[in-house]
């Protein structure tokens, strides 16, 4: 059933290439602080190698993982079979937020299609990645993907970085996520 690895095998990535959708999991370093778990989709995760990986980030109502990865870098991606044979895949690791106008993001961005709103690119070092059954995860369709979130990044146009100004500073724990302009 479960096996834990410590890098990424050709058959994981295969796997992880055909999810339409994963999750994030982040926490604070202090203890009273909010566990934050965000489904993803829009986009897939690059494996950019065995032991590295990474996804673009968009803005949001918030920015908990950007604010958990400069407190301490934790991080968990989940990834679940919604189709086809039942599999969970979770990858662990350090991660970095790394704003998309950073010199560092620019050979990041090369794997992703441009996106309204993009605002980091996530990169994770890998340490663990582990296999469980998903005998419990229902099987779902994929019909589409949701547009609302591309089309209000792109009507907010210039006004985007005075909305990330606003609400994705800090966490809701207070944490510093994304700096200043």
Known sequence: MAKAFDHISPAIEEFIANQRMFFVATAPSHGDGH??????????????????????????SGAETIAHLRDNGRITLMFCA????PNIVRVYGSGEAIPVGDPRARPLLEHFDPLPGAR????????RVSTSCGYGVPRYRYEEERDELLAW??????DLPDYREK?????IDGLPALDAR
């Open 35 to 60: 566990v934050n778990v965000s489904p993803k989709g829009l986009n897939r995760v690059a494996v950019l190698s065995p032991t590295r990986v990474a996804y673009l980030d968009l803005t949001g």
């Open 120 to 127: 980091t690119v996530i990169c994770v070092e890998v340490d």
């Open 82 to 85: 919604f189709e086809g044979p």
């Open 153 to 158: 990044a792109d009507k907010k146009g210039a």
């Open 167 to 171: 609400t994705n500073r800090v966490s």
